[in-house]
């Protein structure tokens, strides 16, 4: 179940990389912001992956308080 998090979340730091190397190149406004709040996207699906990834491998008696 979670190997296809694992996919996804690599696929989505890729996309995340490719964003950075193209806002490294000279941009107009438009462009910085739409590619800004896609990396600002792409980095929640990420979180959201590592919450589904890390919520499958704790273990059945695991006391998330301590």
Known sequence: MTLEY?????F???EAEKFID?????RTR???YAAVEKLALI???IKNCE???YQH?????DDPLN
């Open 6 to 10: 694992h996919f996804k979340k690599a």
């Open 12 to 14: 989505c730091e890729q």
């Open 22 to 26: 193209y806002l490294c190149e000279p």
């Open 30 to 32: 438009s462009e910085v």
């Open 43 to 45: 980095h929640l699906e």
């Open 51 to 53: 919450d589904i990834i």
């Open 57 to 61: 491998n704790i273990p059945e008696f």
